[in-house]
């Protein structure tokens, strides 16, 4: 695996988030949120429903990223979404199943 964990989140060497288990600092301090993304720009952590709620900059579906990464699973997309707080751009590994 080529990431690191942060505050709950597994951050990849590109810049990628996976939903992970575990504490994260929201803008109100620490949180126990059952599943987070968060900002690499402003550091606000989302949950789960909050990242699906926030505007969508783009989506790169599994076909492209396979054109890209040697081994792209079929069923993982990445997902853009803008930070609410600071307008940065906040890129996820997503399952194709559940969107």
Do not use: H, Q
């Amino acid at each position: 695996m080529c990431g690191e964990k942060r505050g709950g989140v597994l951050v990849w060497s590109a810049g990628f988030a996976m939903l992970t288990e575990g504490p994260m600092t929201t803008r109100d301090g620490p949180a126990e949120l059952e599943s987070a993304a968060k900002c690499k720009a402003c550091g606000t952590g989302f949950t789960n429903s909050a990242w699906t709620r926030l505007d969508l900059s783009t989506r790169i579906a599994p076909r492209k990223l396979r054109e890209l990464v040697l081994g792209w699973p079929d069923d993982v997309c990445v997902e853009v979404r803008i930070c609410s707080r600071c307008r940065g751009l906040i890129p996820m590994k997503r399952s194709t199943a559940s969107r």
